[in-house]
């Protein structure tokens, strides 16, 4: 006898539930392309796993909302986590809302045009969530033709609302949602009609809910937002907000006990944790990192993006106490940061609404400014990987010179420098 499904069924495409080990491994997935051998893909994604028929992994803000869910008083057993492998058993005639979580829906971020350029073929993230919506669009055809299907997440802004009806969605939830996703799922549930795009509402940052399952690459969100008003941002206008110490160690219990060893520690500026109006405050910074160091078991703690105008206002004993507490101590190990240059020519990127990003500098100084971070950078022991957007508008031969001429001062430094095709967000 087929399964009845549960009532709510949250989801995710394969390259956002498998079971990484690492950060790295997964950065280098959203990369692939279709003309990446098969097995070499199957290596890197190893294969989501599930635990009664609930995924193992899941996006933090899918467990946000699953976390929103419960608190508002929905039954555990009304509400699940499900990777694509289990959907047979989790959609059923009991089935009202569908949720889709999506990082790479249509291929249109700056990371998916850049690669589908330099190797051809189509982006896997893409692929894969195509594959996802097939199957939801069988299951939901044969089985629950009452269920409404919701896309969101940090991808969804890819899909037009004609690509999101094809899709088969019937609503877009925007933004974050955790203060009103009970709200919309309760009335999704009753039949009630809702518009087509829903604006998410962001709960305050004590109200932010604690996770109920390990995450996808052990990710521990420590802020959310960023406000530095770059226009090739999603949340470019989102101001920073910190999540409290409490909420981060009781995510980091969870991930533990499903034995997430590895954390990766998301914000998009890992040095502007508690810290505010573009200020950092080290001391908070090292206690919450210190906090971690004293969990059992813990293995890695890696970090994702940094901004260079945070790092100069670390000195270098602050910068190196910081790598010491991310790696444990071992003096091979190198954690690495994602720190956006985009250009060496600092008119060129205030032209482009990139005066938060400068931080202060003076655009005329900013190729020295940035060298001089990623240098102190490399002194304290990070990997630096730097991010350079080719394409800007109104760039000259004089801009990709000056650029040129930055990189080449590092050809012999340990860092990785990489390229992005600016790709605006329509």
Request: glycine fraction near 10%.
């Amino acid at each position: 006898m087929a399964h009845p499904g549960y009532p709510i069924v949250l989801t995710a495409d394969a390259t956002l539930t498998a079971c990484y080990p690492l950060l790295f491994d997964a950065m280098v997935v959203a990369g692939t392309t279709t003309r990446t051998p098969g097995f070499l893909v199957r290596y890197l994604m190893p294969r989501a796993r599930s635990i009664d028929g609930r995924a193992l992994r899941a996006p933090v803000g899918l467990r946000r909302i699953e976390g929103a869910l419960l608190r508002s008083g929905v039954s555990a057993n009304d509400v699940a986590v499900v990777e694509e492998a289990h959907l047979d058993s989790a959609i059923g005639p009991r089935t009202k809302v569908i949720g889709v979580s999506t990082g790479e829906p249509a291929g249109r971020g700056m990371n998916s045009t850049t690669m589908t350029a330099i190797a051809g073929g189509r982006i896997v993230p893409q692929v894969c969530f195509e594959r996802l919506m097939r199957r939801i669009r069988a299951l939901v055809a044969s089985r629950a033709p009452q269920a409404r299907i919701v896309l969101g997440g940090p991808g969804a802004w890819q899909l037009s609302p004609e690509e999101r009806k094809a899709a088969g969605f019937h609503h877009l939830i925007r933004g974050y949602a955790e203060a009103n996703a009970p709200e919309i799922f309760e009335k999704l549930c009753k039949g009630e009609e809702l518009p087509d795009v829903v604006e998410g509402r962001c709960p305050g940052p004590d109200e932010i809910p604690s996770i109920h399952g390990a995450t996808t690459m052990g990710g521990i969100e420590i802020s959310r937002g960023c406000g530095m008003g770059c226009p090739y941002c999603t949340i470019a206008k989102e101001p920073m907000v910190h999540l409290p110490m409490a909420t981060i160690m009781r995510d980091v219990r969870i991930n533990m006990a499903f034995k997430q060893h590895s954390l990766s520690l998301l914000s998009e500026d890992f040095f502007r944790y508690g810290g505010e109006n573009g200020r950092v405050n080290p001391a908070a910074l090292i206690e919450l990192i210190r906090s971690l160091r004293s969990v059992p078991k813990l293995r890695l703690l890696q970090v994702d993006h940094g901004n260079l105008a945070s790092v100069a206002q670390f000195t270098d004993s602050e910068l190196a106490t910081v790598q010491r507490l991310l790696t444990g101590g071992p003096k091979h190990l190198f954690p690495w940061v994602n720190v956006g240059v985009e250009t060496a020519s600092g008119m060129l990127l205030k032209r482009n609404g990139g005066l938060g990003k400068l931080g202060g500098c003076d655009p005329h100084d900013w190729g020295e400014f940035a060298a001089v971070q990623v240098e102190r950078l490399i002194v304290a022991g990070y990997f630096p990987f730097v991010s350079l957007m080719l394409g800007l508008p109104g760039e000259t031969d004089e801009d990709l010179a000056r650029t040129q001429e930055w990189v080449n001062q590092f050809r012999h430094a340990r860092l990785a420098i990489f390229p992005l095709v600016y790709a605006p967000i329509d």
